[in-house]
């Protein structure tokens, strides 16, 4: 079975500077996506950015950027020039590609908070 | 695009009772739709998969019978939380598949708490 692990519950970082969210994972199967949720106090679950594991580039968005080392099974969240709304709980997920496998495991999650 | 809506978004309701949580796709058809469950600062639990015409798909560990899907059209999915107790006391959580990538977009959540 797939398993995603988020290591760290909490971090925290100033407002304009660069933070690093980390995930790994854990698979047998060589296609897949990789997600980051947000879920901000308001508790909506927002899609901040997917992966493919078939591209070889990294996918971005705006100030969010990912590390995605497909060997390591690592897929790292690099939020740049910090913002008040990015506090939330960020969770890391996984999606497999085989038939049945449209369900997502997410990871545990990790707190961020924004210091002013 | 791809809102997903669910209502209540708080309900109260007395131990032994029922409570019925509706999730709909507002501005897409949903084939298929899933249900969370999301416990105080923790993750968010898949208890089943629902898709549209067909029974639902339960979760390890999950009460079919306690938990009833009903996924009768493209735009709503249900679950009502039969006799209640206050150990069901949760945020519960649903999503519906749209898009290429078949993504998961989520609804706002629903708060029950059984007194």
């Known amino acids: 079975a797939q398993t995603v692990t988020q290591s760290q519950p909490e971090m925290s970082v100033q407002e304009a500077e660069t933070v690093t969210l980390s995930c790994t994972y854990d698979t047998s199967e060589s296609d897949y996506y990789l997600f980051w949720y947000k879920q901000p106090p308001s508790r909506q679950m927002i899609l901040v950015i997917r992966?493919?594991?078939?591209?070889?580039q990294n996918a971005t968005e705006n100030r969010f950027s990912v590390n995605f080392q497909k060997a390591a099974k690592s897929f790292s969240l690099k939020i740049s020039d910090s913002q008040l709304g990015d506090a939330a709980m960020y969770f890391c997920a996984y999606r497999g590609m085989q038939g049945g496998s449209e369900k997502l495991v997410f990871g545990k999650g990790m707190k961020l908070t924004v210091n002013p | 695009g791809a809102v997903v809506s669910q209502h209540p978004s708080w309900v109260i309701c007395k131990s032994g009772t029922s409570v019925k949580i509706e999730c709909r796709s507002l501005?897409?058809?949903?084939?298929?739709m899933f249900w969370y469950r999301q416990f105080p600062k923790q993750s968010l639990m898949l208890m089943a998969t629902s898709n549209e015409g067909s029974k639902a798909t339960y979760e390890q560990g999950v009460e079919k019978d306690k938990f009833l899907i009903n996924h009768a059209s493209l735009t709503l999915s249900t679950l009502t939380v039969t006799s209640a107790h206050p150990e069901d006391s949760s945020f519960y959580i649903c999503s519906a598949r749209a898009g290429r990538f078949y993504e998961q977009y989520f609804g706002p959540g629903t708060r029950l708490t059984v007194t």
């Open positions: 992966q493919e594991a078939y591209k070889q």
């Open positions: 501005d897409f058809q949903a084939t298929t």
